[in-house]
Nanobody, 119 residues
Framework: QVQLGESGGGLVQPGGPLKLSCAAS????????MPWYRQTPGNQRDLVAK???????TYADSEKGLFTISGDNDKNTVYLTMNNLKPEDTAVYYC?????????????WGQGTQVTVSS
């Protein structure tokens, strides 16, 4: 059984920074990709940033230069550093993992962490 534990969400003022963490635990053999998504009420989950095997990163156009995704392979953890946050960044942020366990390849969602950007 694999679990994704997210942390770091909260209330931040416009223009401020925030760093989210997502740690994968369980019988993990290897991780192919661990992206971050976000979702606002009534909308679909949208990709924010993705890090794949080898450290390859991709970003949503709206977040390029503002958000940075990074990973710690030893800790099976991915981070999302967000700078210059705007009220429109308010959302529930979810991490997702495409990984190989002792039972084969599978994908998992975290429980989500709320980010609120407001003065």
């Amino acid at each position: 059984q694999v679990q994704l534990g997210e942390s770091g969400g909260g209330l931040v003022q416009p223009g401020g920074p925030l760093k989210l963490s997502c740690a994968a635990s369980g019988s993990i053999v290897s991780i192919y990709a661990m992206p971050w998504y976000r979702q606002t009420p009534g909308n679909q989950r949208d990709l924010v940033a993705k890090i794949s095997v080898g450290g390859v990163t991709t970003y949503a156009d709206s977040e390029k230069g503002l958000f940075t995704i990074s990973g710690d392979n030893d800790k099976n953890t991915v981070y999302l550093t967000m700078n210059n946050l705007k009220p429109e960044d308010t959302a529930v942020y979810y991490c997702w993992a495409d990984l190989h366990t002792d039972r084969g390849w599978s994908t998992y969602w975290g429980q989500g962490t709320q980010v609120t950007v407001s003065s």
